[in-house]
């Protein structure tokens, strides 16, 4: 019996009213003892009534305690056996020592003795990573283990009403698509009613058709356009097949030798339907700037994924879009203090030339202009180059370091990106966050990662070379243009390096703007002493790809050694020439560079869509010519995250 349950009936308080009433009586007593006799005898029956009152409390509280222990076990006993949540113990080992009844009915075979890791292979994991709960899936139902890790305990809470609500919320999400058919005004423009009547009902007869497979509300919003609705299952079914409607639609139209392709944007995840309908066309207007032919998806988070991308950019064939864009890059220039030019990390060929040019149109419009150029990151392929802009005494005093662009510019500075829209690989990052008003030039496909808020974008993939983009800009300006040499033949040698000579993405204004620098005094003998290489790295280059792998699909991969370095554009190079050769369609080469990092450039013809690949890793470019870089990864370990997504690329028909 505690004692503080005793304390209740003999404690102080009690003996003290005895004492008083004793005392009280026995001065009674000395008065009128009859009094007195009668005060004890009362008082003697009292005391008795007490001891006989405490033993029958001390006999009841043991039988309701007796009673209530019993009662408390016989539940612990039932909840354990009959409460419908499973309990395992295991040992140091992580075998299996006991379960409850429970978890045995849960268990389709005797697990009794057997490794946790024979239960599921999710729960050894969970307990190694000091994880105390953990959602896992056993036998087709999803359980949330709760882990006591000093008892070795184990509990299960059957949460799979839970997860299949959450699952089918998601499920049921709604998902809006905006499908832009790319070329449509450029293909139909002259064409015969009823050959055009034909056309469109072959495109709308196959997006009905996808529709309906898939379960999709679409309709019809232009002649070019339609927004489709669905739910997010539609979509990940859609998914799975890599959005396999691109590929009928060109195959379609392009048996009537009138190619379309589609650009389709999806946006998802957002509460109300407005703003899933404004991420739907940031993911349009992202597809078209990678080039069309491609499906975009943004999530509520930012995060975006593409599918398709097959073809080259289809080249447009109004100026319109060049000659507004010129005219409005002159008000930015005119309204500017001055102009700061910069390109991305490690410049070639194409960004020297490409800023060159702008700083023409700077000085047209009466403005000082400026490159920011980093003098120690400069590659061996723009040597030549450079040393010809140091003998020429003004257009050199236009380079600049970036420490002293940073100086320069004030709240009325335009700086203009060339051959880049990725803020990680401009020189000098810093300069975009000091500057108000950036204007982006580039030919490359937009990517996830976009330099913030700039004022004016030409971003034109179906472009051989951001030169040429500046070459039409230079063509549109209303001033008369006089054009030094050396600025004309820089602009002339950034094109021909990147069509490799007229050879790949050249297209009718390529030749265009080549013809433009030619009449103003580009000098094609120059072109070809600033473009001769070293013998050394001749040499280097054909050992890179002499360690070539041609594989049965027309795959080649070269590989570099650990311990040689090579510059960036060597190992360009070397995926060019792997390219020259019989039965490859794709070549990617893989070696260290100078700073350290374990590049991958890769090549094709148009059929393998390289920038996809290459966006895989977390690098980027055109379909025909990307590359990506690592900082962590071995040659062998870049080599094997290729061949995942290479082997996923052609699985899924990417």
Do not use: C
Request: charged share 25%; aromatic share 8%.
């Amino acid at each position: 019996m505690p004692k503080f349950l005793l304390k209740r009936w003999h404690g102080y308080h009690v003996v003290s009213l005895f004492t008083i009433a004793i005392i009280f009586i026995g001065i009674l007593t000395l008065y009128r003892w009859e009094f007195g006799l009668v005060g004890f005898f009362l008082l003697g029956v009292l005391a008795i009534y007490t001891v006989q009152a405490k033993i029958s409390f001390e006999s009841d509280l043991e039988e309701y305690i007796s009673t209530l222990s019993y009662r408390v076990n016989k539940a612990g006993e039932e909840a354990v056996t009959q409460m419908p949540v499973g309990i395992l113990l295991y040992n140091s080992d992580y075998s299996i020592q006991w379960v409850n009844p429970y978890m045995n009915d849960l268990l389709s075979e005797v697990f009794m003795g057997k490794t946790l890791m024979q239960l599921s292979e999710e729960i050894v994991p969970a307990l190694e990573s000091g994880k105390d709960r953990v959602l896992i899936e056993l036998y087709a139902r999803y359980y949330h283990l709760e882990i006591k890790r000093d008892e070795r305990l184990l509990y299960f809470f059957d949460v799979t009403e839970r997860e299949e609500t959450k699952e089918l919320y998601k499920e049921e999400q709604t998902v809006i698509a905006l499908i832009f058919l790319d070329n449509y005004d450029e293909v139909t423009q002259g064409m015969d009613d009823q050959v055009l009547s034909k056309l469109i009902s072959q495109v709308t007869s196959s997006l009905n058709k996808w529709a309906n497979d898939y379960d999709i509300f679409i309709r019809r919003m232009a002649s070019d356009r339609f927004v489709a609705v669905l739910n997010y299952k539609s979509l990940a079914e859609v998914e799975k097949n890599r959005f396999e409607i691109l590929d009928e639609v060109r195959e379609a139209t392009g048996k009537e030798r009138i190619p379309i392709t589609l650009s389709i944007g999806v946006g998802f995840g957002e509460a109300s339907i407005r703003e899933i309908g404004t991420l739907a066309q940031s993911s349009l207007d992202l597809a078209l700037g990678r080039g069309g032919d491609q499906v975009a998806i943004k999530e509520k988070n930012g995060k975006v994924r593409f599918y398709g991308g097959k073809s080259n950019a289809v080249e447009k064939r109004t100026r319109v879009r060049a000659r507004v864009i010129s005219h409005a890059l002159r008000d930015f220039v005119v309204e500017s203090d001055n102009v700061v030019v910069m390109g991305h990390k490690h410049p070639d060929m194409d960004a020297i030339g490409a800023a060159i040019g702008v700083l023409k149109i700077a000085e047209v419009n009466g403005k000082d202009g400026y490159v920011v150029l980093d003098r120690e990151d400069i590659h061996s392929d723009v040597q030549k180059l450079m040393e010809e802009i140091e003998q020429h005494d003004h257009l050199w005093s236009q380079f600049i370091t970036p420490s002293e662009a940073l100086d320069m510019v004030n709240e009325r500075t335009l700086l203009i990106v060339v051959d880049t829209h990725r803020p990680s690989l401009v020189i000098e990052e810093k300069l975009l966050q000091k500057v108000d008003r950036v204007v982006v030039l580039d030919h490359h496909r937009r990517g996830e990662e976009f330099i913030a808020d700039p004022v004016l974008v030409y971003m034109e993939p179906y472009a051989s070379s951001t030169a040429e983009l500046v070459t039409e800009l230079l063509e549109y300006q209303p001033k008369k243009l006089k054009m030094d040499i050396l600025e004309a033949t820089a602009l002339l040698a950034g094109i021909i390096v990147d069509t490799k000579s007229f050879a790949i993405r050249t297209g009718s204004r390529t030749f265009d703007a080549a013809s433009f620098l030619r009449r103003n005094g580009a000098d094609t003998t120059l072109v070809q002493r600033l473009l001769k290489e070293d013998l050394n790295q001749y040499i280097q280059r054909a050992q890179l790809v002499e360690s070539a792998l041609i594989s049965d699909k027309g795959i080649a991969i070269a590989k570099g050694k650990d311990d040689e370095f090579y510059n960036q554009v060597l190992i360009a190079q070397a995926a060019d020439t792997l390219l020259t050769m019989d039965g490859v369609v794709a070549s990617f080469v893989i070696s260290k560079r100078q700073d350290g990092q374990t590049s991958i450039s890769a090549r094709s013809l148009g059929d393998v869509n390289v920038q996809v690949i290459m966006e895989q890793l977390n690098g980027g470019g055109h379909l025909t010519n990307a590359a990506a870089q690592f900082e962590q990864y071995s040659i062998e370990e870049a080599e094997h995250q290729l061949t995942i997504v290479l082997d996923d690329y052609f699985e899924g028909g990417s």
